[in-house]
């Protein structure tokens, strides 16, 4: 069983920065595309960032330039750093990864940000 858990979740102000985490667990080996998708409230989840293979990553446009992801494939963690925060960047966010054609997901992290 592979388990994906967020952290690092919070309030914080506009303009400021977070540190997401999530944290891989279970009967997993090999590589695996991970990834950071966002729900806001009342709209469908999206894609946040995506790490495709060791030489591509896709970001969102609204994100691009801002969040940083990144993973630790030795410690089963993937980051997801959030500079510039906005108000329209609160959200659920989920890490899901892509492992033998089945994805996982995290039970998510709430991001809000506000003054």
């Known amino acids: 069983q592979v388990q994906l858990v967020e952290s690092g979740g919070g309030l914080v102000q506009p303009g400021g920065s977070l540190r997401l985490s999530c944290a891989v667990s279970?009967?997993?080996?090999?590589?695996?595309?991970m990834g950071w998708h966002r729900q806001i409230q009342g709209k469908e989840r999206e894609l946040v960032a995506e790490?495709?293979?060791?030489?591509?990553?896709d970001y969102a446009n609204s994100v691009k330039g801002r969040f940083t992801v990144s993973r630790d494939n030795a410690q089963k963690v993937m980051y997801l750093q959030m500079n510039s925060l906005k108000p329209e960047d609160t959200a659920v966010y989920y890490c899901?990864?892509?492992?033998?054609?089945?994805?996982?997901w995290g039970k998510g992290t709430l991001v809000t940000v506000s003054s």
């Open positions: 279970g009967n997993i080996f090999g590589y695996y595309v």
């Open positions: 790490i495709i293979d060791m030489g591509r990553i």
């Open positions: 899901n990864l892509n492992f033998s054609g089945t994805y996982y």
